[in-house]
């Protein structure tokens, strides 16, 4: 059987509905995602775009990444919540924040990008790639 994760914005206006597994979880220090989530991190599923769904309009806000590629952010236009990232490196792939699924089931995420860009105090007590 295969698994159907929903996340959904704050007002439940968007949807997305992602089929079977990400093909990883991770968490980003970049300054930017710092400011998208208003925490220190972000923490994200990655899946095929062919097995995401999404339900409702969004807007959507694009800029280029450190790496020179572009980022696309698709917002909720009634909340604003950030419902997906699409990257032109990747674009095969879909990035959803993880804290918009109710499902609690993901696995411990595999890496962790923007090291150098990471607060002191945080400290992560399982196995992932670390990367600077």
């Keep these: 059987m295969t698994v159907i994760r929903t996340a959904s914005c704050s007002c439940n206006l968007v949807t997305i509905r992602c089929k079977g597994d990400p093909i990883r ?28 769904i999404i339900d409702g309009d969004v807007i959507s806000y694009s800029r280029i990444a450190d790496s020179g590629n572009q980022v696309t952010y698709d917002f909720c236009p009634r909340c604003g919540t950030t419902m997906r990232l699409r990257l ?33 105090w945080i400290k992560f007590d399982c196995e992932m790639d670390h990367f600077i």
């Design 88 to 120: 032109t490196s990747a674009p095969e792939a879909i990035i959803i924040p993880l804290g918009l699924f109710k499902e609690q089931d993901f696995s411990t995420p595999t890496f962790s990008v923007y090291e150098e860009r990471k607060r002191g």
């Design 25 to 52: 979880t991770s968490i980003c220090h970049c300054f930017e995602c710092q400011k998208r989530t208003g925490s220190v991190f972000g923490v994200q599923a990655r899946y095929l775009a062919e097995n995401t």
